[in-house]
């Protein structure tokens, strides 16, 4: 039997989608993540924007052209918001949304669904798919932020058990991991009883790999967080901090707890202990009520605080949220905002990687290519999948550094 498991969305949705295949090979299934001819497929959702929503309704008629009569079963966040319009399509034979997805498991198992008693759903392990191993620790989001549908359908932030995490994180090591990445929706938010996520670092840092964070709040990035991540030895100095504006006024209406001056103290704050540290973030274009003097602060803030590299992307009001009440901004401005960002980031991103040329570094090699500690994109000549090399880094290939291989580490 073969199960095509198919993920849209984000990090977060590609590691519950892992954690379902391991489930499912344990089951005895062959698994893949590519849309192909199978014998069940597992649909995993996306609602971030309406083109995801409508991909993810879309991803139904996709996999049924590969077997009409194969089931198929949904969840995630596009059917956490609108179930009917996957539960109506023929061939759909179970929808939930993004709690208890391994109810999945169960059923396919021929036993039932179980009770939802809240917290943290935990799944089985990842499958690795990748060089990288990815680790969630984390649910759910208490911000809301006006744009954004993610709390009411993940619901209110819970977190994993720490010791969990470790036995987990352990576990991975012994089947060769080099790093590990957590994720959650809102990681920042982590906390088990007295643990939260610096405490959490420190109680990873004895592992043999390189610790990895996924997105992260403003709030997170305090003094004792960062000694406690420079204190692990293997915590890897690349901080994705959300910013969204750089606008002070429109942070505000975007309901983000923080001003672009404490936003850029953080980031000085950071380099005071990562002088080397990358640090990307997320900035909407076109929010309402932006004007062009509150898109300019967006535009120089990506200079001052020397991003690495930025997602830009364009405002998509989302029925349900306070944003979508606003008046929307005609799309061409958006359009014409989002391409002078992603020029503004390019130009930082040249900056950031110009600094790094002839210098040496370990790099992570992945199947194309492979990472720095601070998520530096490096190509060698003779690199193996899997290895970590002390490399000496070059001029500008593709979306990264070429680099020469000095040595292969081997622990």
Known sequence: MKACVFTLGCKVNEVESESLMRGLEEMGYETTEQLCPADVYILNTCAVTAEAEKKSRQAVARVRKFNPAAPVYVCGCASQNAPEAFSAREGVVYVSGTRKKDDILSLLAGGAKGEDRGGFCELPPPKRTKTRSFLRIQDGCNNFCSYCLIPYLRGRSCSRGAEGIVREARTLCEEGAKEIVLTGIDISSYRDGETDLAALLSELAQLPARIRLGSLEVSVITERFLRAAKAAGNFAPH???????????????????????EYLARCALIRSYFPDAAITTDIIAGFPTETEEDFGESLSVIREAAFAHVHAFAFSPRAGTA?????????????????????????????????????????????????????????????????????????????????????????
């Open 323 to 411: 944003a979508a009440k606003r008046k929307d901004l005609p799309p061409e401005v958006k359009r014409e905002r989002t391409a002078r960002l992603m020029r503004a980031a390019k130009e930082e991103e040249e900056r950031f990687l110009a600094r790094f040329e002839g210098r040496e570094a370990e790099v992570l090699f992945e199947e194309d290519g492979g990472y720095t500690a601070n998520y530096i994109r490096v190509y060698a000549a003779g690199a193996r999948e899997g290895s970590l090399c002390r490399v000496r880094l070059g001029k500008r290939e593709k979306d990264g550094l070429q680099a020469e291989i000095l040595e292969e580490i081997v622990s």
């Open 239 to 261: 901080f994705h901090l959300s910013l969204q504006s750089g606008s002070t006024a429109v942070l505000k209406k975007m309901n983000r707890h923080y001003t672009r001056e």
